[in-house]
């Protein structure tokens, strides 16, 4: 094609706006978009059941539990009701946000002396150390018995009829699974779970977890009480004294949700919406906060200037996270100080423009290899969920009780071992915890439902989708699609710290001349793959009243509505 051609045929887009079809850095898609109902999710199956769910008359959480399920299933890589939940919800009816806390506690009878006994100065990634109790199963039916409409038993019906079919598993979790099939095809009941005769399955094997299925079917008629008193609770104890580890069937009986309220802060007109610590969610907001104080449409997209701006401010939130974040039970978290726009400017002085720091102090009031599911649904009520729900380390502990068909998570790996800090290990305590779930309203009515999956890739997704939207004019789906980069090797929740600036990723897509000043203002440059992780978002445009749906290209996952 001639360039006078090309330019005569794209004409007529420009002049319409159009422009990312025509010379954009990156690859993107248009947004979906839909009037009734919408899901994003990181498996198309999944968001399909979320449809399926919306179109017989469920509500958004319905349709999220329903979503949740049908993930365990096609993607345990990051999911399972062995592990945690967090969720940030529109209540249509009440105008309001609603949070919960869906993390569980460690064992009783597990103790700090316990580690130290056996020489250990970090909790073990995997086996049955740490493993704490799954608060996933209980996060579900509080979401249900709150803003539910269908019973629960038409909810996980669809999971558990693809758990006894089989669903062919999808490119990217093939990928993720091999790797995780690698690391623990020795725990008892991993390979007879989720292995097919010795191996993982590949890219469109059909997978079917029959195991799964009769327990998915024990929650549909027994709820919440089936899976933390009964039967379930009594096998998942048994295996783990089987195991040598400590959880009992009385930590699961004594395990509770808690509601919570969401924080926020004001970015350039918009509220932004994150759940406080023992989650991670408000190192976005003091991100945030210090990022507010720059130009950053001025200094461009792609730019050297905002991309050291946005490092060295990451820095110094992760300081903070390091210090600060653990289970508010045991310590007084100064979260309203953390997240006040006159904290974010003292912290914002020690900042140097041309040079990147060395390390940071935190503030006075090793990159974890987390995967997760993210997903988001909006119903045609107004009703949207943020909901995130996760094993941490890939697909677990390794941990995978008899015959229930699903792996224990290994969340407690985030606990510090060293005493006195806020997340040192403690008994019933719940760790540091990096799943979030994210919410922004706009003048008091929903604007945007999203979240990042991937460890403390997540707090650094967030505030780039932000400014990618708010800053740099992208639309849901461009926001999410744009190259991101990730700093790694501040001071973590576990004890390590930074003293030589970490490390600085980034995807392709940015600008060789921005590396090239990144590296001499001082950033450590790295090349590092699959950190980056993966989005999903729903924006509501009240005044055409109507969904704007995204899923990005990194993960397998979909969009869709009606």
């Not at 839909?34 to 919306?54: C, E, I, K």
């Not at 969610?281 to 991100?287: D, S």
């Not at 039970?329 to 140097?352: C, N, Q």
Request: aromatic fraction near 10%; proline fraction near 6%.
């Amino acid at each position: 094609m001639s360039t006078a051609f090309a330019l005569l045929t794209l004409a007529p887009l420009a002049i319409l706006g159009f422009d990312r079809i025509s010379g954009r850095t990156f690859t993107s898609r248009s947004e979906v978009i839909a009037r009734n109902g919408m899901a994003a999710t990181s498996q198309p199956l999944a968001t399909q059941v979320a449809l399926d769910v919306l179109k017989a008359g469920g509500s958004a959480v319905d349709a999220a539990i329903a979503a949740n399920a049908m993930l365990g299933l096609v993607e345990p890589t990051g999911c399972g009701i062995g592990g945690d939940l967090f969720a940030i919800v529109w209540d249509a009816q009440g105008k309001e946000l609603v949070g919960l806390n869906g993390s569980g506690r460690s064992p009783a009878s597990l103790t700090l002396e316990t580690f130290q006994e056996r020489g250990l100065d970090a909790v073990p990634k995997r086996g049955p150390l740490p493993v704490s109790v799954p608060g996933c199963v209980d996060g579900w039916f509080m979401l249900h018995e709150r803003f539910g409409k269908l019973p629960m038993k038409e909810v996980l019906a669809p999971a558990i009829r693809y758990a006894r079919q089989g669903a062919p598993i999808s490119e990217v979790i093939a990928y993720y699974w091999a790797k995780n099939a690698e690391k623990l095809a020795g725990y008892e009941g991993f390979a007879e779970t989720f292995l097919i005769d010795g191996k993982s399955p590949a890219t469109g094997d059909v997978f079917a977890n029959p195991r799964l299925a009769a327990t998915y079917e024990r929650l549909a008629e027994g709820g919440r009480d089936a899976f933390y008193a009964g039967e379930i609770a009594r096998t998942i104890a048994a295996y783990m004294q089987r195991q040598g580890g400590f959880l009992t069937a009385d930590d699961l009986a004594a395990h509770r949700g808690e509601w919570i309220d969401p924080v926020s802060t004001n970015y350039r007109g918009y509220d932004v919406w994150e759940l406080p610590p023992n989650g991670q969610g408000i190192a976005a907001l003091q991100m945030l906060n210090i990022l507010e104080g720059y130009d950053l449409k001025k200094m461009g997209f792609g730019s050297a200037d905002y991309l050291h701006h946005f490092i060295e401010a990451k820095k110094l939130a992760f300081e903070d996270r390091a210090k600060f974040y653990a289970d508010p039970a045991f310590h007084e978290i100064p979260v309203e100080h953390l997240i006040s726009k006159e904290y974010a400017a003292g912290r914002r002085k020690r900042i140097d423009p041309a040079r990147a720091a060395a390390s940071f102090p935190p503030g006075n009031p090793a990159l974890e290899e987390g995967d997760t599911i993210y997903l988001t649904v909006a119903d045609e009520d107004g009703n949207m969920v943020s909901l995130i729900q996760s094993n941490y380390r890939g697909m677990g502990s390794g941990m995978t009780p008899d015959g229930l068909g699903f792996i224990l998570q290994n969340r407690g790996e985030l606990f510090d071992l060293t005493p006195g800090r806020f997340n040192t290990y403690a008994p019933e305590k719940r760790p540091f915890h990096t799943i979030i779930p994210a919410f922004v309203t706009k003048d008091g009515a929903p604007f945007l439902s999203f979240g990042v999956m991937g460890g403390a890739t997540q707090p650094q997704g967030h505030v780039q989708i932000l400014v990618n939207i708010i800053d740099f004019g992208m639309n849901v789906q461009e926001a999410g699609d744009a190259p991101r980069l990730v700093h790694t090797g501040s001071s973590q929740p576990t004890g390590e710290e930074m003293t030589d600036g970490g490390q600085v990723a980034l995807e392709s897509g940015w600008p060789v001349a921005s590396r090239r000043e990144l590296v001499e203002r001082g950033h450590q440059v790295v090349d590092k793959i699959g950190i980056f992780g993966g989005y999903q978002g729903i924006r509501h445009d009240a005044e055409r009243g109507v969904f704007l749906g995204a899923s990005e290209s990194r993960k397998d996952g979909q969009a869709a509505g009606f």
